[in-house]
């Protein structure tokens, strides 16, 4: 996992002073790294009983659909605001950096069903709370929240309160 890491290109100061930002777009362009991150992440789930997959907007839309296609699931997004065009639920939530919301369509997820929800990075946790409180209040099940990379001094997954986490690489310090 040492070496996925050192794919991860760290840009300081990126969006706004003071974050420093993990640029997961040299992993995926690095075909050997991209395979193994997907390999590891179909691996983790190829036991779990999911029925949908759902992506957050934007890059858990790089993975979310690459996992989907591997375990022969059918991929979910879940979007910024005003991007769907059928009807939809939308949460607003906290971000590390500034305020954001999520939307998912009204029929995306029906009630009962097992969702992976995957994004590339966790970090405060307001993001994944709020995609899992979407699913939820669709009626769905979150069966598990996926990360590439968790910021785990951030503590984001006390935000999801329980809910199955996986990252598949951990930093204890920015
Ligand atoms: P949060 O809601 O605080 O867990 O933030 C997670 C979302 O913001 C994810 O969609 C990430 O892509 C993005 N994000 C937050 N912090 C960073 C960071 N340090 N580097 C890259 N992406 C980040």
Known sequence: MEALKQKIRNVPDFPIPGINFKD????????AAFRMAVDRFVQEYA?????????????GFILAPVLAYHMGKGI??????????AETRRIEFKLEYGT????LHLDAVQPGDRVLI?????ATGGTAAAACQLV???GGVVAGVGFLIELS??????????RPVFS??????D
């Open 168 to 173: 598949l690489l951990e930093y204890d310090s």
């Open 76 to 85: 979910v997004p879940l979007r910024k605001p005003g991007k769907l065009p």
């Open 118 to 122: 995957v994004d590339d990075l966790l």
């Open 24 to 31: 997961v777009t040299t992993l995926f362009k690095d075909p």
């Open 47 to 59: 036991d779990k009983s999911i029925d949908i997959v759902a992506g957050i907007e934007a890059r």
């Open 136 to 138: 939820e209040d669709a």
């Open 100 to 103: 954001d919301a999520l939307e």
């Open 153 to 162: 001094f951030l503590e984001g997954r006390r935000r999801l309160d329980g």
